[in-house]
């Protein structure tokens, strides 16, 4: 069974930066591509970003774009949300997530994590 263990949320002032990290723990079948969803208190959950197994293809919202970078490790079963420039708009709880193709919508992704708080403050 694959288990998501995502880290790296907390609190911090607009401007500021964060990394998010989601270890994959477990048999995983093969090559599987990763993403970030968020969903603040009182909204669907939405779409952050997406990577390929190889790294080579990645998409974002559009309100992260030249904000958020996400990368992965695939040595070390890494996946990384690298936030930058955080926004007050950028609370909510943060989940990785794990599918066998990259894809902005969430059916397409089997397996999750328990999510990560991030805070940012005005």
């Known amino acids: 069974q694959v288990q998501l263990g995502e880290s790296g949320g907390g609190l911090v002032q607009a401007g500021s930066s964060l990394r998010l990290s989601c270890v994959v723990s477990g048999r995983t079948s093969g090559t599987y591509a990763a993403a970030w969803f968020r969903q603040a208190p009182g909204k669907e959950r939405e779409f952050v970003a997406t990577i390929s197994w190889s790294g080579a293809r990645t998409d974002y919202l559009d309100s992260v774009k030249g904000r958020f970078t996400i990368s992965r490790d695939n040595a070390k079963n890494t996946v990384y949300l690298q936030m930058n420039s955080l926004k007050p708009e950028d609370t909510a709880v943060y989940y990785c997530?794990?599918?066998?193709?990259?894809?902005?919508?969430?059916?397409?992704?089997?397996?999750w994590g328990q999510g990560t708080q991030v805070t940012v403050s005005s």
């Open positions: 997530a794990l599918g066998p193709f990259t894809s902005t919508s969430r059916t397409a992704y089997g397996t």
